[in-house]
Structure formats: C-alpha cells, structure tokens
C-alpha cells in the first residue's frame, strides 16, 4: 500500500443535512435504517399502486420484468429462479436499493415508512411472514433470509488460477480432430444487415472478392 | 460545385471497369490499366471539404458499420441494459470513445459540471464535499486500462449463442484516463483506522454502489475526468467516473457522487443479486473483482470473414488481463491440436488492452481459429469446458473462456463450440 499523500485543504465540511440526504445506505447489520416502520397490507398497496405493474400483484414479475418472489430451492436447476426469497442474503439490500432505486423510472419517491412496508410485503410475498408482520427498524436485524449462507468471497486463487498456471500444450494436443457441437448461426438470435449478415459486418472491398475462388 | 457529393460519370466508369480489372485476379497481373490510377479523379482535382465545414468530425460515411449496437432480447429496458464495442472492426488498443460501450441501469444521464458535487463521508477524520473545480486542483495521473463488462460473454456460457466478436466480446473498451487517485481524495478526509471499505456510488437513479476494499481504494483507483484526451462523454459518466483497473466493470462507478468508508462491506444490490457468480452446489460466489486474463481473435470473425482469397492472411486480435500485463498469446488454426504464439504489437501494458498479430498464409481450407492468453502470474486462458467443469453453466459472469471460429472454404466465419 503507498504512502497517503498529505492533505492540501482542498474541499469543504460536509454539513449533517448534506450527509443525510445522500447517505441513506443500510448495512446487513441494520446500520444506516432510519426511524420507522411499515405492515404488510400497508406494503400491499403501495406495492399495487407503485411496483405491480411491473412485478405483478405478488411480485411475482410480469412478462420479463424481475421476479421479486418464488423461486425456492431453484438455485441448482438448470436454470435456477433467483429472487429475494429464493437467493438474496440480507434484507438490508431490500430496503436500501428499493429506497433509493425503485420504482425504476421514478426512483427515490417512497417514504421511509413506505419503503419498510414494501419490505414487509416482499417478505410475505417469499412465506417469510405472516399478514399481519410489522417491520420496524428494531425488528429488522432480526430477519435471516434463507440464501443468507448462500456466498463465499471469490476463492478462484485457490479453486482455478493453480489448475491454469501451468505451461500449456504447443503440439499434439487434441486426440481428435475437431467437432462442431454447438454453432450460433442455428440460433438465429443475432441483429441482422439487410443482407442477412451479422449487423456490422465489414463492407466487400472489391466487387471481385463476391466471385473469386476462395 | 454544390456541397452534395454526386457520382460523376468519370467515377462511374472507374468503378464499373475496377469490378471487372478485379475480376481477372489482383492488380499485379491486371491486364488492362486501371482507370483509377489512369484518369484524373475528382479527389486530385478539385476541393475537398474546407476546415470549417466541421469543429468536430465523425468517421467518413463508409465506416458506418463501426458503431454500437443493442441487442434487444438481452434486456427488458435499454435504459438498464448493455451495447456493444464494435471490436471486430478496430485495431491497436484504444477505443474511440463514440463508439465504446455503454452500460446503464438508468439511463445515461445529463450532469454539469456546475451541477458537480462530490462527497465523502463515514469513517472519515472529515466528510467533505468537493465541487468538480476542487477536483481539478489535485495532481494528475494518468492510466491506460480495460473496463470489460462482468458480463462479457456471459450469454456464451450455454453455448455458441450471438454471431460476431461484437457481441460475444464486446461489452468492453480501452482509454487513456486522466483524473486523480482516489487515495488523494481519502486523505483529505482522512481515513479513520477502523475505515477497512469505501463504497462509492453514482449521481443516478440507479446509484450503482459497489463495495471495494481499502487496499484496492489506496492502490490505483482513479477518479477520472478524462478519456482519450477529453472529457468523458456523456454516457460514459461525465464528468467525473472511478478507472478500477482489472476490475469488473460494475464497479467504474459513473456520474460518481460518493465516496463513504465504512468497516464492513454494504453487500449492495450490486453485490449480491447481481455480480455473483452460481456455482453447481447452488451456492454462489461473491466479491469476483478481478477480470481473468482473456483473448479473442478479432479477424477473422462472423463479421470479418475472409473475402480476398487463399494466401497471406493477418489474425489480429485482442488480449487482456486484470491480474497484470500479458506475456504471451498463442494461436491455433486447427481447433486446439497445435499452437504457435503470435506477435504482440506495440506494448502489453498492466490491466489494459493488447494487440497481436499473427501473419499466415491461407491454404483456402476450413480452419478452427483460436486465441488463447498468458498473463504475467502465469495464468493461461482456459477453455469454455475447463470453466465449466469448475463453475457449470449458470456462473453468468466472468467467462473469459477460449473462443474458438470455424472458418469455412468460402471465408465465412462461425461462432462455434467444438469437442
């Protein structure tokens, strides 16, 4: 780590308002929630009147738009379902990213008290709580999700960089000759030019590299 | 003369003749001389375009190929969605910031300098704010690096899903940056012992925050002001973004507004439903800042196929690695079986971009080309299946695994998986 460099009085205190208006983090132990509280059938409307359109009356996500709920014991499946409930660690990251990024488009319009009933429903939407749950400030660090155990920091160090800093093979390397098992062109899922081709493709140089033998 | 360009009959005639000169083989055995060198045309003759006629220029009409493109089914919204470098059509090492790739999850949005403000605060001696002149008072540096997409490839991880480098290795560019070094900044606030992370967030809807670890912070993250020599454009995070060199793209927070040091990690949204990786046990993997090292040939590719013929032919293509500089690229034309390593044209410096060529000749017979990257740790790129073997197919991110193009006898390229 290099020296700090010495402070060259640049910049102004930041006042407490200026801080509380831009600090609205929320930590997984809770630091950072403000004072309030919210139900879930309060959650219920605000969630119809400001998030279903997108994720539907149960969060359950209409046409492509994320599904907030569901999707229990997926995260093996081939293709797993990766919710709130099925796969975030902490509800602290409800809060927060709901508070100041949701709903998409009209972000940081929700109250505090709001956002903790929003956060309430979403956990009655995953069977987390009951109907008649009360999220407060105080009861918040109380919430374990199920997926909380779910991560490990990133351990490639010692998983894949000691399998692939080895000297490669130069010659002789495949027993076989090569196979096609998978080609993209049968998907057809590429933007296309007029003329079929990938979008972008490099314009011909010369009329006479359409006729020539290759 | 108007300012229109017309077709003159002068040029008609030359293209009409140069198709059929083409014809016959190349100009080394023309039979017939070539009206573009034989008659006078227009461009030596008469006025070009004066220096006013534009303060600042885009690409001549016939590179319009060379521009950005969005595939729609990947996203729900392009306002939280990905395009793509036009990589298949570069060369060397630094992108033109007008066609590099862009990455929001609200948008691109319109931030003055005037409308500036930058703070600091948590475990900080001093939360401070700074207005974007402050900023311009602190020293200068300057770095050169990649910021390559988490998701690079990531829909490649199934298969051989899109057609074409753009879109299979382009959610990735190459500037050079000028800003200061975050660990400045830190130390005017003054980082209290018990600061172990710095969150950092941007000016938008989305906020972007990310966690990073104090000792990346100190080492060389940058606030950046400039890119390739101006400032950053727009939808790039004008006017001030983090340069996290070697590190996922997710965390070059853009429009940055916050710098806030805490003891723990936020474990965002940014963190923890996205930019972790699903391995085969249902867990996941968290905190994968570092982009593995990385190849792909550039030409020929789906886009790039090979038009001009049997004989000499130039692969070129890039490399890159977050773990350092790279040391070497080798390159297969027979699916793997035998490789040879290329050039690296001009310097492989750490954490950014990195050109090589090789030169062949083409025997007009099918080929299975492949790049594949050394970096200075010794890491060498794995193939697709070695990944997958480790991490199995719903990783989503970090696949840097070994492309591989099936060019056929008439020059088209595929995108292709082989066993």
Known sequence: ?214 | MTDEPKPSRRAFLAGTAAAGAGLVATAATAQTADPLITEVQDWASVFGDPVDATPYGMPIEFESHVVRRNVEWLTESTASSINFTPIHALEGTITPQGCAFERHHSGAITLSKQDYRLMINGLVEKPLIFTFEDLLRFPRQISIAFCECAANGGMEWGGAQLEGCQFTQGMIHNMEYTGVMLRDLLAEAGVKPEGKWVYVEGADASSNGRSIPLEKALDDVMVAFFANGEALRKEHGYPVRLVVPGWEGNMWVKWLRRISVYDQAVESREETSKYTDMMPDGRARKWTWVMDAKSVITQPSPQAPIRHGAGPLVITGLAWSGNGRITRVDISTDGGNSWTPARITGEARSKALTRFHHDMTWDGSEMFIMSRAVDETGYVQPTKQALREIRGTNNVYHNNGIQVWWVRADGEVENVEIA
């Open chain 1, 1 to 214: 780590t290099p020296a700090v460099a010495e402070p060259l009085g640049l910049g102004r205190p930041a006042l407490p308002e200026e801080i509380a208006a831009w600090d609205a983090t929320v930590l997984p132990d809770g630091t950072g929630l403000p004072e309030g509280s919210g139900d879930v059938l309060t959650g219920e409307d605000v969630f119809g009147a400001n998030c279903a359109s997108c994720h539907g009356e149960f969060a359950e996500g209409l046409d492509s738009w994320p599904v907030l709920a569901g999707g229990d014991g997926t995260l093996t499946d081939p293709r797993p379902v990766k919710t709130i409930g099925s796969y975030w660690p902490y509800l602290s990251t409800v809060y927060d990213y709901v508070h100041r990024s949701m709903p998409f488009g009209q972000a940081q319009t929700l109250s505090v008290d709001d956002t903790y009933a929003i956060t309430a429903f979403l956990l009655y939407s995953n069977g987390l709580v009951e109907d008649d749950f009360t999220l407060t400030k105080d009861n918040f660090a109380t919430i374990v999700m199920p997926n909380a155990e779910g991560f490990y920091p990133d351990d490639r160090a010692e998983t894949e960089y000691p399998l692939f800093r080895v000297e490669p093979c130069m010659a002789d390397c495949r027993p076989a000759p090569p196979e096609v098992t998978k080609r993209a062109s049968e998907l057809n899922v590429t933007p296309r030019d007029g003329d079929g081709k990938p979008a972008g493709t490099l314009p011909p140089l010369t009329a006479a590299s359409e006729t020539a033998p290759a």
